[in-house]
């Protein structure tokens, strides 16, 4: 019996020698005493002995013998083993190999044999073409560079010949000025040539590539036997970017859940603690005011109108389930709870050449109060435009949100909050100077605010490495000021450090259970604005794409590119004895008690929602 292994030019060495081992077991598995196997030139290959099923003697021992092919000379192999393994097989090894084994079966002694027949032969020469990939519709270029294979500059025009392999070889001419009908009967009116013959390259050019035009095409050079091969994959134009994402944000399907709003409130609590984590390492050893709320309604605006793979990184960045339907109704009802003391606007400019999706249109008002304003075609008109908005909003706090609006700006979303609490508890004194401590050891002097007898409720904190006071505001509304136990850098780093969700909300879960008591209180006078690109914020939150290529066709439902161009957060705090006063805006183009209480060394500030039991507002004071 005769098994071949067929020398197909795709299989490399390493899986002819798979494909022989499994010959081989096919071999040992019969009850036969010959076995012809066809093997490829400088290839290895294992020859066992016998089959596993063969009869076990006892005392047994292994001959192996050759005989030639070519000389008909038989040779005792030096082998005795059970298999004999032959590498970098030669022509010279083609014949006869035999294994006798012999030994005793009971009483008797007996002999078994099985002979292999190699044949050896040369492998295929392998090929090898261009592979050219187009997108129906588009024109493609098939190269032919002939120059190394022209002895001298041919007179003949063309020199090749052009043919696809398609139900037989057809000629091509792509000559386009052929008056001949039968020759343009050959070929499709969409072939030409696509260089002058002096450049060597004899390329032809199809325009407007079709699915049907796939295929192998052959370059073959009329003077020599050589054809070059150039395959053509014509891929189906991708569906229409928006297909499929254009429908409106899914309703809410239990709008009264309290689960719902307890997994926004968690989510905002994680993305506020993960901003301050990237920005705390932006601006080292810098004062930080932000509104974390501010930054997210801007993101949660602009969630309503994502879909796809933006929408999953949106949902990731906020710290929200996948596929949450509930986040903006939710948001909406937060927003009303704290409507007595947390002033929060949104507003969307945009482009009049750029349509908006109706459905995005409605659901911004319904949920953020967000109605369209078209930009103009002048692009000071348009900073004031934007500027006059966000100090609107603020109160005048924030005057100057952006100072550009790029001409090719096509949309334009913003988010502002502004906050005014009141001390429950007046200071005695507002013009007092004390001496607050930098890190580099320095002592400056700066306006305080100071009460002997101050009701508030504070504590130590081990997990966070700070000292804790909670300052009672008007509107349901705390501030938390958390001091490291020194003025040195490392104990400020140690601390802002272990600021996380989970210690925040341990912080006020247990400041709450302490009682309130009188202390005297010293805290520096502040008047704050910080503004903070956003990019790069954005970009560490996983949100890369809104920069890119971002999937917005619920807000776009057009097929137009669009993305953010710029992203900024400007938000100002006032600490007086007035009280607390804040604002922040968002522009997105595309337990051991202390008698004393003193904030004269570097501090983190949180403004906490008591009602929404969210922060409003985070920052450090380095350096008032």
Same mark, same amino acid.
């Given at each position: ?16 020698? /798979? ?6 077991? *096919? ?9 012809? !196997? ?5 290839? +290895? ?17 292994? /001959? ?36 006798? #084994?012999?030994?005793?079966? &009971? ?49 003949? +025009?063309?020199?090749?010949? =052009? ?40 390329? @032809? ?43 409106? =944000? ?61 929408? /999953? ?70 900073? #004031? ?58 002592? #400056?002097?700066?306006?305080? *605010? ?30 938390? !000021? ?16 272990? !600021? ?13 259970? @302490?009682? @309130? ?46 993305? @953010? ?12 004895? #007035? &009280? ?7 522009? !997105? ?8 209480? +003193? ?8 403004? =906490? ?16």
């Amino acid at each position: 019996m005769g098994l071949k292994l067929l020398p197909f030019e795709s299989i490399s060495v390493t899986e002819s020698n /798979t494909m022989y081992r499994i010959l081989l077991l *096919l071999c040992a598995g019969l009850s036969l005493s010959t076995c012809d !196997i066809t093997v490829l030139l400088k290839s +290895s290959i294992s020859l066992p002995c016998l089959p596993d099923d063969a009869p076990t003697l006892v005392d047994s021992t292994y /001959t192996w013998s050759f005989t030639s092919a070519q000389t008909q000379q038989q040779l005792i192999l030096e082998e005795k083993s059970t298999i004999l393994n032959l590498s970098s097989i030669n022509t010279t090894d083609s014949g006869q190999y035999k294994c006798v #084994k012999e030994g005793y079966k &009971g009483e008797d002694r007996v002999r078994l044999s099985r002979t292999f027949t190699i044949h050896v032969e040369a492998p295929p020469p392998f090929q090898e073409w261009q592979v050219i990939k187009v997108e129906a519709t588009h024109d493609v270029t098939l190269p032919c560079q002939v120059a190394e294979f022209l002895s001298s500059r041919e007179t003949k +025009s063309p020199p090749v010949v =052009w043919k696809r392999e398609k139900d037989g070889v057809v000629l091509l001419n792509p000559d386009k000025d052929t008056d001949s009908q039968k020759e343009r009967d050959l070929t499709t009116q969409r072939v030409f040539w696509d260089t002058r013959p002096d450049e060597q390259d004899w390329a @032809i050019k199809i325009s407007q590539a079709r699915e049907e035009d796939a295929g192998m095409y052959q370059c073959v050079i009329t003077n020599s036997s050589k054809t070059l091969l150039v395959e053509l994959e014509v891929q189906a134009p991708p569906p229409p970017r928006c297909l499929g994402h254009t429908d409106p =944000w899914e309703p809410c399907l239990d709008p009264d859940s309290r689960s719902g709003r307890a997994i926004v409130q968690e989510s905002l609590r994680e993305f506020s603690t993960s901003v301050y984590s990237e920005l705390k390492g932006s601006k080292p050893k810098t004062n930080l005011i932000f509104s974390p709320v501010s930054i997210a309604a801007a993101l949660y605006n602009l969630l309503l109108g994502a879909r796809g793979e933006t929408r /999953t990184q949106l949902e990731v960045a906020l710290k929200l389930p996948p596929k949450f339907s509930c986040s903006h109704s939710e948001l909406k009802s937060l927003k009303q709870v704290m409507k007595d003391t947390l002033r929060m606007a949104s507003a969307m400019f945009y482009s009049p050449e750029q349509q908006l999706g109706e459905a995005f249109i409605n659901q911004s008002q319904e949920f953020y109060d967000a109605m369209p304003q078209k930009l103009t075609n002048d692009s000071d008109l348009n900073v #004031k435009l934007i500027n006059d908005w966000v100090a609107d909003k603020t109160n005048k706090k924030i005057t100057q949100l952006i100072t550009e609006v790029d001409p090719s700006t096509s949309f334009v979303l913003l988010n502002a909050v502004y906050f005014n609490g009141k001390w429950k508890t007046v200071f005695e004194s507002t013009n007092k100077w004390e001496k607050f401590t930098t890190f580099s050891d320095q002592a #400056k002097d700066v306006p305080t *605010l100071y009460s002997s007898k101050y009701s508030l409720q504070m504590g130590y904190f081990k997990h966070l490495k700070a000292e804790v006071g909670k300052f009672p505001l008007t509107g349901k509304n705390s501030l938390y !000021i958390l001091v490291p136990p020194t003025p040195s850098e490392k104990d400020f780093l140690l601390m802002e450090n272990n !600021i996380n969700y989970k210690t925040i909300e341990e912080m006020v879960s247990e400041m709450n259970k @302490i009682p @309130i008591q009188t202390a005297e209180v010293t805290l520096p006078i502040i008047k704050l604005t910080e503004t903070t690109p956003l990019e790069e914020l954005l970009r560490n939150l996983g949100l890369s794409d809104l920069f890119l290529n971002p999937n917005l066709c619920g807000m776009f439902p057009g097929e137009s590119e669009s993305f @953010i161009s710029d992203a900024r957060h400007s938000a100002f705090l006032s600490l007086t004895e #007035k &009280g607390v006063e804040v604002a922040a805006a968002t522009s !997105i183009s595309f337990s051991r008690s202390f008698s004393t209480f +003193s904030a004269l060394r570097p501090f983190i500030l949180i403004l =906490w929602s008591d009602e929404a039991a969210i922060p409003l507002f985070m920052g450090r004071i380095i350096d008032p």
